[in-house]
């Protein structure tokens, strides 16, 4: 299949630093089969969108809505400084089906896995995807990548006990992105992460592998219990685990316990956190805080750059979707 995808980038200008495709369409999920009429979703990391943006718009003038007229200037501008700084085309007709592709920049990409600004293409990368191009001479990439999922296990370790299975562990993972993402209430699939956690426990399995290596000190698959994690739930580990989090998730944390009309400091509120018995519902609350104002704000980006139609016609699959899942 990757021959496939492969075929479809290449109608794309080049100057991208990664691109990979994702998605149920791409990527199994249980109830849900990968057909020709299932849409393929994209997203192409991009060294400067306003050239890129400038040579697509030449190539594939269709694929933008109305909005192109105002030249990609305006659509730069819309990227980078709206929403979750990505553009996305939608409902794309191609030689092999229906695409939806989006656009963010390098920098922008880098913020986001280094410091969950939105938590929107970072969060995407805490779960498998199929990685199409990714350039092995960008060092700052690939390091940002890698602790984007160091951030995701830590945080995860922050939301379980101390003992949990590896299933969990990956549903815990793969949750966070969604997390106060209010289309999980409307025009999502309600068994959406059990289902993709499911039917990708083995890539799940591959991506973290690295990472729970490297935290042996803290968290161990237990040989004798096959799918078993035990971990330290000390202050002490809590306090690593939480000092090591991306800066958003540590200010959200900030402010929230700062709610009182103190003023402590990012380290005084660690520590606070670390001793807190409730540890789990602070952190998640803070997830929360990311996402549900990226998703929000990225989901009224998506009604300018898809235009009304598309974006009713993608909004109404997605419902009836959901619907279906409901009988499931």
């Not at 479809?8 to 149920?24: D, E, L, Q, V």
């Not at 990968?34 to 694929?63: A, G, K």
């Not at 656009?103 to 990409?109: K, M, Q, W």
Request: charged share 20%.
């Amino acid at each position: 299949m990757v021959s496939v995808y492969q075929n479809i980038i290449r109608s794309f200008p080049r100057g991208y630093s990664m691109a990979f495709a994702y998605g149920s369409g791409v990527m199994p999920q249980v109830g849900h089969a990968i057909t020709r009429s299932s849409m393929i979703d994209f997203i192409f990391v991009v060294e400067d969108p306003l050239v890129w943006h400038r040579e697509n718009m030449h190539l594939n003038p269709r694929h933008y809505s109305s909005l192109r007229l105002l030249g990609p200037a305006t659509i730069e501008t819309v990227q980078c400084n709206w929403g979750a700084k990505i553009y996305y085309n939608t409902l794309v007709p191609t030689h092999e089906g229906l695409i939806k592709y989006g656009v963010i920049s390098e920098r922008d990409l880098i913020c986001d896995l280094l410091d969950w600004e939105t938590l929107y293409v970072a969060g995407r990368l805490h779960k498998p995807v199929n990685i199409l191009h990714k350039d092995s001479k960008d060092p700052e990439l690939e390091r940002a990548l890698q602790l984007n999922l160091s951030y995701a296990v830590r945080t995860a370790l922050l939301l379980l006990p101390d003992t949990f299975s590896e299933e969990e562990l990956y549903h815990t993972i793969a949750h966070l992105s969604y997390s106060g993402d209010f289309r999980m209430h409307v025009g999502e699939d309600k068994h959406k992460v059990r289902n993709i956690v499911e039917a990708q426990l083995l890539e799940f399995r591959k991506l973290y592998a690295p990472v729970l290596d490297s935290l042996q000190d803290y968290v161990l698959l237990d040989a004798t219990a096959p799918g078993t994690a035990i971990q330290d739930t000390s202050p002490h580990a809590k306090y690593r685990h939480l000092s090591l989090l991306p800066l958003q998730l540590q200010l959200a944390l900030v402010r929230d316990c700062n709610k009182d009309g103190r003023n402590r400091d990012v380290e005084e509120v660690l520590l606070v956190a670390a001793q807190d018995p409730d540890t789990q519902d602070m952190v998640i609350k803070g997830v929360r805080s990311i996402v549900s104002r990226s998703s929000l704000t990225q989901a009224l980006k998506g009604v300018v750059t898809a235009g009304l139609w598309k974006s009713l016609k993608y909004s109404t699959a997605k419902v009836k979707k959901m619907i279906s899942s409901w009988h499931r």
